[in-house]
């Protein structure tokens, strides 16, 4: 079914009506309780273990959650594209606070990992929700504007996550990092329900199990052989190659099905978009980077640098701050100029560059010195995170635009997985070697259980052993940081084949009018 309705209405200056303003500021709040979660619960998680008990499950509690936003979000893009962007919103947002509250009652790990699943499902489908409202409510021209507030909503997760986290901890108990989602969530899904009114839809098709259940066990096996090879099981172990071949083996049955399904979950015609295809590569690598660096910048700040667990994460502040900035001038110059193809590339370039940067430090880098290094990472991201998912949007009709984001979406999913796997097994291999070379058979046998040890773990090791550590962790970081380089070449080479095709919704004429493809609007109550 098409949706005939395109974008909403703006004034002569291109100013959203101010309930479009109320509606995006929710679902600000829904796209923070997405991102926010793992970064509270990684704070939290030692003294769940020590409530709860059951180390030997305390991966799966990240795992599931995982699993079940990857899996979970081609599908929600779908069914609003099928049903309606509105409804599948907020049912996305009840089942993510129904997780929320299940988890933070669990009285034993097996029922968290559990609760975690469901609260996975729901989150599946916040981000998804999230772009694709913004993509129905705002002309992509318009749509730089509200980048810079996006890229904003995602520092503050990866710096306020671990400080909240470990203040809520600290003083209401490791139960209310589940809680505290309860009355953000309840916000977003009031704000939603009163002020936003979309066309609804009923699609005539019935809903593409058979493709569901084969993309849901293709990007399951995927997630879990790039979680549990080189940790859980060597890489070269049964265990994965039966994963990978399950995994193989259900993507080529989904893509042959998907073209002959009557309504599929992952239309492949929208890949004929040069740009979309484009964009979803960029998306790929970009996450792939983006979560590598946030991994192993804390632990190199902690084990060489001397920083604390928190400190840590305010140190993230040269590279996140960057990324702000630029993202929102990236956005006012798309919104003013309708131009965007130079982003990709400059994004790129930076990006490479500010990993090689990276990739030099070594047991007597400042932490100045570090600072702008990160910082150059993070002009290259600002121009890349949201800049993505616009032109994806530009690339497809109104009605695959669900489909668009929650594709763009999984691909920086998945890359965000290959890239903390594959970046994790060269640095983790390094820091043996490392560790061998220095201080012998003492040095192995402290890294041999893991790679990644906390400043205290740190502090308790003889002299030699902790100084060669620190040498280790700086081998590893340059060699994770240097692969994340060449990989980000893929980036730039994709983007330099990146078509400038104009954006829709392309602002107020000459003489004030808003043009045709502003001149229609979805429903949305005044405020």
């Known amino acids: 079914m098409t949706d005939t309705t395109d974008t909403p209405a703006a004034d002569a200056g291109g100013k959203q009506p101010k309930s479009v303003r109320v509606v995006l500021l929710a679902l600000m709040i829904a796209m923070m309780l997405a991102m926010l979660d793992n970064m509270i619960i990684g704070t939290a998680m030692p003294t769940i273990v020590g409530e709860l008990h059951g180390i030997e499950h305390l991966a799966w509690v990240v795992t599931a959650y995982t699993l079940a936003t990857a899996a979970s979000t081609p599908l929600w893009g779908k069914l609003g594209d099928m049903y309606g962007r509105k409804g599948t919103f907020l049912a996305s947002i009840v089942i993510f606070l129904i997780g929320s509250a299940l988890s933070g009652m669990a009285q034993d790990m097996n029922e968290l990992i559990g609760f975690r699943a469901v609260q996975g499902l729901g989150a599946g489908g916040l981000m998804v929700g999230v772009m694709a409202i913004i993509g129905d409510l705002i002309p992509p021209r318009e749509r730089g504007k509200y980048q810079g507030m996006m890229a904003g909503v995602m520092a503050l ?75 859980e099981y060597a890489w070269s172990s049964a265990r994965i190659m039966e994963l990978i071949g399950i995994g193989v083996a259900a993507l080529v049955g989904f893509l042959f099905w998907q073209t002959r399904a009557a309504e599929p979950v992952l239309p492949l015609h929208i890949f004929r978009s040069r740009n979309f295809t484009l964009m979803s590569v960029i998306g790929f690598i970009t996450g792939f980077v983006m979560f590598g ?87 290259g991201m600002g121009c890349l995170m949201q800049i993505t998912m616009l032109v994806a949007q530009n690339s497809v009709e109104m009605k695959d635009m669900g489909v668009a984001s929650s594709s763009t979406t999984l691909f920086r999913t998945l890359g965000s997985s290959f890239g903390v796997a594959i970046m994790g097994a060269l640095f983790n291999h390094r820091v043996q070697d490392v560790m061998s ?91």
């Open 157 to 231: 997760a990866m710096i306020g996550g671990p400080l909240v986290g470990g203040t809520i901890t600290d003083n209401w108990g490791w139960r209310w990092a589940f809680y505290i989602n309860l009355p953000l969530g309840a916000v977003a899904l009031v704000a939603v329900s009163a002020v936003l009114h979309l066309p609804k839809k009923r699609a005539q098709a019935r809903i593409d199990y058979l493709g569901a259940a084969l993309l849901t066990v293709g990007i399951t096996a995927i997630v879990l052989v790039t979680t549990w090879g080189g940790t």
């Open 437 to 527: 070379e220095r201080a012998g058979a003492l040095g192995s046998k402290v890294t041999e259980q893991s790679a990644q040890l906390d400043w205290k773990s740190m502090q308790k090791l003889p002299v030699l052993v902790r100084e060669a550590y620190q040498h280790a962790v700086s081998a590893g970081t340059h060699s994770a940081f240097l692969l994340g380089a060449v990989v980000a070449v893929v980036a730039l080479v994709a983007a330099v084949f990146v078509k400038e095709v104009p954006l829709k919704g392309a602002g107020p004429k000459e003489d004030g009018t808003p043009d045709a493809a502003t001149a229609q609007a979805p429903m949305v109550e005044a405020v």
């Open 293 to 379: 660096a946030t991994l192993f910048l804390p632990l190199y700040q902690q084990s060489v640098q001397g920083a604390s667990a928190t400190n840590s994460g305010l140190l993230l502040l040269p590279m996140l701050g960057a990324m702000l900035v630029t993202s929102m001038v990236a956005g006012r110059v798309t919104t003013n100029t309708g131009k965007y193809k130079i982003f990709p590339i400059l994004g790129s370039a930076l990006m490479i560059v500010g990993l090689y940067l990276l990739s030099t430090m070594d047991t007597g880098t400042s932490r100045l010195t570090s600072g702008v290094f990160m910082a150059v990472v993070g002009l």
